[in-house]
Structures are given as structure tokens and as C-alpha cells.
């Protein structure tokens, strides 16, 4: 079974950039046909997806976050990473990172979330 695990400070100051990992075990992040995806929710909001690394290393990211979003991945370490920039109080929500099949909308698994406040 795979288990994602995010990793990162939980309070990151304005205009600072806000950097997470997530590892994981139980399955290869270059696994043919997964996509490997960060998510957020905020107080009182839904879920926002972010952005999504590939099995080939390919990074697509949500139009609204894409001036200031980059995940990248390390193979050797199984692993991927979110970087967001010049964050603001509004970024402060719980981070999610998850994988799914790319063929299926469903994700299959998830990792349990790490918080991370943006405060000064």
C-alpha cells in the first residue's frame, strides 16, 4: 500500500517561500501512468488543487498559482516537492499531498496533511 507523507515548517512568514515535501513509500513516484499531486484546503474553503508532477516528470499547475507555484521531484530519494512563493496570509491551509492512476479522476491515495500558517 502506498503512504504519502508531507514534510515542511508549519509557519512560514509573508512574501517568504513556503516549501514542502512529500515522501513516499510503498510505491515508485516514477510508476507508469500516476500523477503525483498537491491539494490544499483553507478555513472555511474547499479543496484547491495546486499542481501535479508526472511518472515521466512532467509539472502542470493551477492557472491561478502558476507565476508562483514550482513541484519538482527527487527519484532517488521518492519523493516530490512543492515550492510556493511570495506567500501571504491568504496561502495559510492545511497541505495535502495525493496520487491517482492519470486515466482515473478518483485519487487513490492521500497523506494525511500538515498545516502551515503564513504569519508574521
Known amino acids: 500500500q502506498v503512504q504519502l507523507q508531507e514534510s515542511g515548517p508549519g509557519l512560514v512568514k509573508p512574501s517568504q517561500t513556503l516549501s514542502l515535501s512529500c515522501i513516499v513509500s510503498?510505491?515508485?513516484?516514477?510508476?507508469?501512468?500516476?500523477?503525483w499531486s498537491w491539494i490544499r484546503q483553507s478555513p472555511g474553503k474547499g479543496l484547491e488543487w495546486m499542481g501535479v508532477i508526472t511518472y515521466d516528470g512532467s509539472a502542470y499547475y493551477s492557472p491561478s498559482l502558476k507565476s508562483r507555484i514550482s513541484i519538482s521531484r527527487d527519484t532517488s530519494k521518492n519523493q516530490f516537492s512543492l515550492q510556493l512563493s511570495s506567500v501571504t496570509p491568504e496561502d495559510t491551509a492545511v497541505y495535502y499531498c495525493?496520487?491517482?492512476?492519470?486515466?482515473?479522476?478518483?485519487?487513490?491515495?492521500w497523506g494525511q496533511g500538515t498545516q502551515v500558517t503564513v504569519s508574521s
Open positions: 510503498g510505491g515508485s513516484i516514477t510508476t507508469t501512468y500516476y500523477a
Open positions: 495525493a496520487v491517482r492512476r492519470i486515466s482515473i479522476l478518483e485519487y487513490s491515495y
